[in-house]
């Protein structure tokens, strides 16, 4: 039997000294206090020498011994003999170092100040203690040359090197976020001496300067914006006026507003028509910022921006910014900017941020003012329907009169009715309003897949432009600018036997109760018909 390592005979040594129930791969790696990963890897060899074997119990392995293991041979070097003195010097060095250590967490604590950075660096720039306020804005940056420009590196270098023993000195300087993304601060530098009296480092405390630096322009321009979405007529204005005011802070060259439609982002507004060209290699970098609620910035170097590297050089773009729109949780939307700065400062980035927030406070109250409004109109399109299908029992004047007083109460601009004919298959009976080539189309049956979707759900279909299933329309409804669309199934029983379609060229907001509300016109108009069927027969015998 070939010599094994000290791991494996740990890993062996426990299989043998555990019940099987035990001798999986988490359970031998918390026993052993080796990494999953060097668990893995020597279960495997002692696979392969034929000490291990093991077993499927589900998904998992159960590792178990294939043959006896000799137990390890006696110590082959003598063991060392300690003097006293040696002995004196090893445990007076651990104690020491059990000190330091103590001491060392208790330093960390009390340098976490959330209000400061604190850090430390040597004579080579490299930061060699940090607090966790500099980790969390500077993640994983281990020299000062990777948050600072060359030109205040060389100055602070200067300064540094021109301390004394006994100086303090104090600055303000720019430190890199991100990409092209700059925060100032004013810091103080003190010298870190060793037993000798000479300076071995410094120690840096940073103040943040953001809330200091807005300026009584960047005031008043927000300002404007919070007054415009106070008091703009349409979304289109305020989006107008939005990206005006942006261009006060953060002077860019063009500027697009994307609103998230369901998982589909769409350009709502846009400076120029430039996105087109774009989007497909930017989405994915609009879509972080996104996800990630924060801003993002991309120099024109930078890896997601190799695709359109050459038509962001044409327009001497150097810099690409995407501010989210949130709604509580959730990123509603993004603002992407485009401009030719090389960097813009941390507190024009929050500028910027709270203007995304004054857009996503009205478009959150258009919402829900709309919804508001079409659940009015349900109540009063329930009414209607009940007074028309009360006053007549002549189908085919029914059915005119309910697509009539359905569209108008629900502010839909055309309509139509199908029902099923002798054969079960929908026909087209009563049209209002609708266009000449989606008449045809619906004569000719031609939205019978559309119309298979509310079969298959036994309920309503709600389509708008924002939603994912409009790209799946018939291109004759987009190219008519119907951006809502209603199919209502016209129900008997459990049986559909009929539906009610409208569309819209406006985008019409329901919440679940007023869908709801919606549904029962259709049992309403599905009960009269076969009331005013039965009574046809019943007078016929």
Known sequence: MEELSNTERLIVSYIKSHPPEDCMLDKITRGTSRSRATVLKYLEILHAKEILDFKFVGRSKLWFLKHSIPEKPEMIS?????????????????????????????????????????????????????????????????????IIS???????????????????????????EKSGVYRP?????????????????????????????????ELETLLSIAQAASSAGSEEQLMKETTGSIKDIIPYKYCTIFLNDNGK???AYETSHLTGKLLPNIKGFIEKSMDTLETKSAGNREFYLENVKSILEDMSIS????????DEDSAIGSILLLTTLNSVSSVSIENVEMAADELSGYLKMQRLTSEKEEFANTLLAMNQISTVLN?????????????????????????????????EELTLRVHRNLPEGLKNMCMAGMFKDLFSKTLEKQNLVYVTSESEEYD????????????????????SGDNIIGLLNMGSRQIKHYNDISLENLSSIGLQLGLALEKSRLAIKLSRK
């Open 319 to 326: 810099l690409m910014l995407s501010i989210p729109i949130i």
């Open 391 to 423: 006053s007549t029992s002549n189908e085919d004047e029914m059915l005119e009169k309910a697509v009539k007083s359905t569209i108008n109460s629900l502010g839909f601009e055309m309509g139509c009715i199908y029902l099923n004919d002798d054969k």
């Open 150 to 176: 060359s030109e205040q590196i060389n100055m602070l270098e200067n300064i540094i090197r021109s301390l004394s023993s006994k100086d303090k000195t104090t600055i303000e300087i720019d430190m890199i």
């Open 472 to 491: 799946s329309l018939e291109p004759a409804v987009k190219a008519n600018g119907i951006r809502t669309m209603l199919i209502l199934p016209i129900k």
């Open 185 to 217: 601060y004013k810091i103080s530098l003190q010298p870190i001496l060793d037993d000798n009296e000479a300076v071995i480092g410094s120690v840096i405390m940073g103040e943040e300067l953001s809330q200091s630096r807005r300026t009584k322009r």
């Open 78 to 146: 003598e063991p060392v003999d300690l003097d006293t003195q040696e002995t004196n010097k090893l445990v007076s060095a651990a104690s020491r170092l059990h000190i330091l250590r103590s001491k060392e967490a208790e330093l960390k604590i009390s340098i976490n100040r959330p209000e400061a950075l604190i850090f430390t660096i040597n004579t080579y720039m490299d930061i060699t203690t940090s607090n966790n306020s500099f980790d969390t804005f500077f993640p994983g940056k281990k020299n000062l040359r990777e």
């Open 265 to 267: 982002l769409r350009p």
